[in-house]
């Protein structure tokens, strides 16, 4: 099932059992940047999706996916 990148990534950070000011502080990205990425009100860029791939230890891929829509 996937996921849109919001909802990913808010569930890899909770599996990981991180809050969202340990997420920040290992991704280098503002707490309240993080809360906005996770609510859908913004997308992060691509040199910032490395960083939070990078935090989470897990493939940019993972992520990515989030971001694939379906076109009809």
């Known amino acids: 099932m996937q996921k ?24 280098r990205v503002g707490v309240a940047r993080l809360q ?3 609510s859908g009100e913004e997308v992060p860029s691509n040199q910032t999706l490395l960083k939070l791939s990078n935090a989470l230890e897990v493939p940019a891929s993972n992520l990515l996916d989030g971001l694939e829509t379906t076109v009809e």
């Open 4 to 27: 849109n990148l919001h909802a990913q990534l808010k569930f890899l950070r909770e599996e990981r059992n991180l809050s969202l000011d340990e997420l920040a502080l290992k991704a």
């Open 36 to 38: 906005s990425y996770e």
